[in-house]
């Protein structure tokens, strides 16, 4: 999304000369609030299991993007933006916790090797994949493939991962 971010906002607005401003706002806005989230997750994981957690944000941040697709203003852009941040944040703390749960400690460092280099390949075909999608497809399409990803994700999670435990 972020390369594009700046793009759809001016479709958005025009030709402002405050782009740049508004895109850093919703930009810091939704780390604000992904970073709220990632830091509540604790508390949140102790009244639901972090499986529920990590397949509702999923779902939830796929229908936040969904909303960013059809946003006709900048103001339920950044709206929408922050809300699917809050979502992130609650996914990667969810996530690392059923990791702790599912994988004998001795494995463990291998699969967050293998987690986090996951991330680092998503930092790199995310934007590559969405500037194509964005060039091809129109400035929308990012928020649509974006949102269809988190409702497969949600779908996998759900079908694939077991209910972790302390036990195991």
């Known amino acids: 999304i972020a390369p594009v971010l700046p793009l759809y906002i001016q479709s958005l607005v025009g030709d402002s000369g405050y782009v740049a401003t508004i895109s850093g706002i919703i930009i810091a806005t939704a780390g604000l609030t992904s970073s709220v989230s990632s830091a509540s997750m604790g508390r949140l994981g102790k009244r639901f299991s ?11 941040a796929s ?28 996914m990667i ?31 790199v075909i995310g934007p590559l994949s969405g500037g194509f999608f964005a060039l091809y497809f129109g400035l929308p399409t990012v928020f649509w493939v974006t949102a269809i990803l988190f409702m497969l994700t949600a779908f996998w999670v759900a079908r694939q991962v077991k209910e972790p435990s302390a036990n195991n």
């Open 50 to 60: 972090h499986r529920a957690i990590l397949i509702t944000a999923a779902v939830f």
């Open 63 to 90: 229908f936040f993007f969904v909303l960013q697709a059809l946003s006709s203003t900048v103001l339920s852009l950044g709206a929408f933006r922050a809300l699917s941040g809050f979502c992130l944040g609650a």
């Open 93 to 123: 703390p969810s996530a690392n916790t059923i990791i702790t749960f599912l994988i004998p400690p001795e494995k463990r460092g291998v699969a967050y090797g293998v987690t986090t280099g996951a991330g680092l390949m998503g930092n």
